[in-house]
């Protein structure tokens, strides 16, 4: 079992920058696939990113493709969300979430733990 803690999250004026970090417990972090959401206000929570657990490769949503990247640090059982050019559609509660899988996976239904989430606020 995976428990997972995001930070980093906070208001930024658009077209600034934050990351988002994801720290998990337990030993067997390397194993899991790790994955970001993002639910905004009145919304379905949506993809953002994954990475696989090597970190050899990654997944992203249109909308944050070339502004967004996903990254992870396995020896610190961290994985991280550099956010940059944001935008106020950006504006969201940010989920970290793990798989017991390598495959990257899009969907929520393909994630087994999940984060309490962090806000993240772009102003205008």
């Known amino acids: 079992q995976v428990q997972l803690v995001e930070s980093g999250g906070g208001l930024v004026q658009a077209g600034g920058s934050l990351r988002l970090s994801c720290a998990a417990s337990?030993?067997?972090?390397?194993?899991?696939?790790m994955g970001w959401f993002r639910q905004a206000p009145g919304k379905e929570r949506e993809f953002v990113a994954a990475?696989?657990?090597?970190?050899?490769?990654?997944y992203y949503a249109d909308s944050v493709k070339g502004r967004f990247t996903i990254s992870r640090d396995n020896a610190k059982n961290t994985v991280y969300l550099q956010m940059n050019s944001l935008k106020p559609e950006d504006t969201a509660v940010y989920y970290c979430?793990?798989?017991?899988?390598?495959?990257?996976?899009?969907?929520?239904?393909?994630?087994?733990?999940w984060g309490q989430g962090t806000q993240v606020t772009v102003s205008s």
């Open positions: 337990g030993r067997t972090f390397r194993n899991y696939t």
């Open positions: 990475i696989t657990t090597s970190g050899g490769s990654t």
């Open positions: 979430a793990a798989r017991n899988k390598y495959a990257l996976g899009n969907t929520k239904a393909e994630y087994d733990y």
